[in-house]
């Protein structure tokens, strides 16, 4: 019994070992995204100041790299918000399986507790047993022995 609840133990903290991997790969794979994203994000602005560098001359290049730079922040704040939502929903999911887990951790406890409670019982069930059977024991010695008596 207490090695079937030591398995159990050992299982749990095993899936909440490969849980906190899971989400830590999920942190490094976004941290990689959004690192992917500044970088071609840096590359965008480079690309931008250079084109208004080379375009200074004529009025209407001008307006179309104006016209291409919000665009650029646009395109960042998109990419910062899909980032935000998805940390969010890791988070929130992280939350939610951290609450199962603890929950699992409590009724795991319960179940435990019982069992011991179970077998508390059990022990003062067959301790009684055993008084009883040691009873009836005695009781068919003294019943020999007087029987023994009454013939001698």
């Known amino acids: 019994m207490d090695q079937e609840i030591k398995k159990l133990e050992q299982l749990k903290q095993q899936e909440i070992l490969l849980m906190q991997q899971i989400y830590e790969k999920k942190i490094n794979y976004l941290n990689t995204k959004i690192q992917l994203l500044t ?59 951290l609450q199962n887990i603890h929950q699992q951790m409590r009724n795991r406890d319960l179940m435990i507790e019982q069992m011991k409670q179970e077998i508390k019982m059990f022990e003062q069930f067959s301790q009684q047993n055993l008084d009883h059977q040691k009873v009836q024991f005695l009781s068919q010695i003294i019943d020999v022995t007087n029987e023994l008596l009454v013939q001698l």
């Open 39 to 97: 970088e071609e994000s840096k590359q965008k602005d480079i690309e931008l100041q250079n084109l208004k560098n080379t375009s200074s001359e004529n009025q209407f290049e001008q307006k179309v790299i104006i016209q291409e730079y919000p665009n650029l922040d646009l395109q960042k704040q998109k990419l910062n918000d899909e980032r935000d939502k998805e940390l969010q929903k890791i988070k929130a999911q992280y939350q939610t399986d």
